[in-house]
């Protein structure tokens, strides 16, 4: 019971890490400055319903697409361990530039709808968090890792849409500074899961 709480708790903490809502928010509110209050929430609403999804699906076809490219687990998780390594840097200088650089923050500013692209994908759902599901999916033989793989993965959309109705207010409340200081936290957890991915691939590639 204990290993699977731990995996659990591992598998949402790594995903919201990852995502991590609340660095969003300032990018959020400029490319939908423009956009009613009811529509700047659906737009909210869909964004975070299509990176569930997106994460789902890769989720599900991680095991597959191992196969067709012939990458065994071990060497997914080391790679997805750098990736979140490289994501976990940016975050400790209280940067996203791995998921959403200046192009995709111009592009949405001129986009009429923003929702799929840029805020979906990249900014929610980026290379970080889909790899990290296809890590914890495939390592998932059961009924319940599988409940606690996708269960996390909509609990951090259910976030992640919580955290964007609410962007005005918490910004008004943290600020830049407390913002960046959110993510710098989040980066300091996220580069200690990023490094045990890595230990435990090369562990499971020495093994096999």
Known sequence: MMTYFQFALVTFTSLLFIVDPVAVIPTYLVITQGQSVERRRRTALRACIAAGALMTVFGIAGTGIFKVFGITLPAFRIAGGLILWL????????????????????????????????????????????????????????????????????????????????????VSLMGQTGIRVVTRIMGLLLAAVATQFVITGAREALNL
């Open 87 to 170: 994501v976990a840097m940016d975050m400790l200088r209280g940067e996203r530039t791995t998921q959403e650089g200046t192009e995709e923050i111009v592009e949405g500013q001129e986009k009429e709808d923003v929702a799929l692209t840029p805020l979906a994908m990249p900014m929610l759902a980026g290379p970080g968090a889909i790899s990290t599901v296809m890590v914890l999916a495939g390592q998932s033989h059961t009924i319940a890792g599988n409940v606690a793989v996708y269960g996390s993965v909509w609990l951090t959309a259910i976030i992640c849409w919580l955290t964007l109705r609410a962007g005005d207010r918490l």
